[in-house]
């Protein structure tokens, strides 16, 4: 094995490594991506809760004061 050999498999190993820690870093970024849309939903659906709570508590109040004339 002359040095060319020894640089080309170095050559070789490196972009394999490279190449496994890409594929590490896009599986996780994938999963902070799954969890941030997880998270936008659960806001979506908090401020959709706290809408219709709003309005329950204002028909609750307009109908306490119904009542109490």
Do not use: F, P
């Amino acid at each position: 094995m002359n040095a060319l050999d020894a640089i080309t498999t170095g050559a070789l190993v490196l972009m394999v490594a490279i190449t496994v820690v890409l594929v590490l870093q896009y599986i996780k970024l994938r999963d902070v991506w799954q969890m941030l849309l997880g998270c936008k939903a659960a806001c979506r659906w908090a401020r959709i809760w706290e809408a219709e709570n709003k309005e329950l508590r204002s028909a609750l109040r307009a109908e306490k004061a119904h009542v109490e004339q």
